[in-house]
């Protein structure tokens, strides 16, 4: 608490000056002085840099959506034949798994690579899959499971090339869990040179860029990466991946956004695998938000959900379609889809996009007089949350509720909370006033 009464004591002077940029920010709609603001706007993912625009440059749907980018096939996703293919040789189970990882459903990740692993026990594949399941519990906390796991990898196979990725692994996992993401850049790249031109050469050139798409959160430093792995294993999966990476990392960034497009077009009937065609889809559908395409990115969306209900990735598809529908004002849907999401695996397990998610739900919970479970959802967000600007928006839903139960110390505490960690001084100075105003 002293420590917020010094910002707000050594803030007084200042008010004055920032009255005429409060007074613009509110005409511009940067606050709602009835409640938190409604925000429609990419969430910042894994901790990158978020991928809206600068504020003299947003757009909203009065203004039109920009002209439009001619789409793969029409919507009509012919080139999506089979999204969900029959999973039966080792290799197939692995790849399905690798889906379900990337919708972050670890429980049918493992369940698919237990089943690879004991099918194909003593087989190359099997071993991999034996190493990726002990990864997959290293991550979540399971260290019992995972230590029997490669115990048995290091004891049952003598290949030189499982050996070393058992223990590449388990250190690159062991570096992430305790963020020495130097150490993982280390042990990937001597991984990467030591075995070049194998499959464990292959995955750890990959994992180059995802270390720094990921984890690091520096797109910008992640595309040479994917780039260098495409380079080295060209006409394989891995090269594939890279290229699907390399349009994930163009579409979270708003200066790339016309290369986004042009890349994803032409990468999602590029490539083969269909756990890779559907991220780059998916991916399409954002840079089209971007781009404020925001009709034809919900309908590229709708039109997957609709034809593939029960694929894994949907509830992904609908956070996104649920984000671009309030920028068409389309509040039921945005509603609808933020629920649906929020009911599946992928966010129980901490997903980026959770913060928007339960932004949107206090919001709503807000509008309907619930301000107990809106200031819930609202710290939950603050939980969830990676980047100050998120952090800030949080605080100041939390201010807006708690000003709302009669609590304006509180409010004026949480609007200081969110001065301090706004991006722009327009929005810390409306802040200080409204911390004032409490």
């Given amino acids: ?6 910002v707000f004591l050594v803030s007084l002077p200042a008010l004055a000056c920032c009255m005429a940029l409060c007074a613009a920010a ?4 940067a606050a ?9 706007k990419l ?3 894994a901790g990158a840099v978020s991928a809206t625009e600068p504020a003299e440059a947003s757009a909203s749907t009065a203004e039109g959506e920009s002209a439009a980018t001619e789409l ?29 990882a990337w919708c972050r459903d670890y429980a049918m990740q493992r369940e698919l690579l237990a089943e690879a692993a004991g099918t194909y026990a003593g087989t190359l594949d099997g071993g991999r899959a034996r190493v990726l399941l002990a990864d997959s519990y290293l991550a979540a906390g399971g260290q019992a499971q995972a230590d029997v796991l490669h115990e048995q990898v290091l004891n049952e196979y003598a290949d030189g090339e499982i050996q070393a990725f058992a223990e590449l692994a388990w250190g690159w996992r062991g570096a992430l869990l305790e963020k020495e993401f130097s150490t993982a850049h280390s042990l990937l790249a001597e991984a990467s040179d030591t075995w070049r031109g194998t499959e464990l050469g292959a995955w750890a050139a ?3 860029g995802d270390l720094y798409k990921e984890e690091v959160s520096d797109r910008d430093a992640a595309i040479p990466y994917f780039a260098a792995a495409g380079e080295a294993y060209p006409g394989t999966l891995i090269a594939e991946e890279a290229d699907v990476g390399i349009g994930e990392c163009l579409c979270w960034s708003w200066m790339h956004t016309q290369e986004a497009l042009e890349h994803l077009t032409e990468a999602v009937e590029r490539v083969t695998s269909s756990r890779l065609q559907v991220r780059a889809l998916l991916a399409l559908a954002l840079a089209l938000a971007q781009a404020r395409q925001y009709t034809d990115s919900c309908a590229l969306l709708s039109e997957f959900v609709n034809q593939w209900p029960d694929h894994p990735a949907v509830p992904l ?17 945005v509603l609808d889809d933020v629920q649906a999401f929020m009911s599946a695996p992928i966010a129980q397990n901490q997903h980026p996009w959770l913060g928007y998610a339960n932004q949107v739900l206090g919001q709503e919970a807000f509008r309907q007089g619930r301000l107990e479970e809106a200031e819930s959802r609202f710290e939950a967000m603050l939980g969830a949350a990676r980047e100050p600007e998120e952090q800030a928006e949080a605080w100041t839903g939390m201010a807006h509720c708690r000003s709302a139960l009669g609590d304006p110390g509180g409010a004026a505490a949480a609007f200081l909370e969110a001065a301090e960690l706004a991006p722009r001084p327009q929005e810390k100075c409306m802040h200080l006033y409204q911390a004032a105003c409490a």
């Fill in 1 to 6: 608490m002293a420590r917020l009464r010094f």
């Fill in 26 to 29: 509110y005409a511009e709609g």
């Fill in 32 to 40: 709602d002085a009835d409640g938190p603001r409604t925000v429609a």
């Fill in 43 to 45: 969430p910042s993912e």
């Fill in 72 to 100: 793969p096939k029409g919507l009509e996703l012919a080139f999506l034949a089979d999204p969900i293919p029959p999973a039966g040789t080792a290799a197939e189970l692995i790849d399905r798994a690798e889906e379900y």
């Fill in 206 to 208: 990959l994992k180059l």
């Fill in 317 to 333: 598809a609908r956070i996104y379609r649920g984000h671009t529908a309030a920028q068409l004002g389309a509040w039921e849907v």
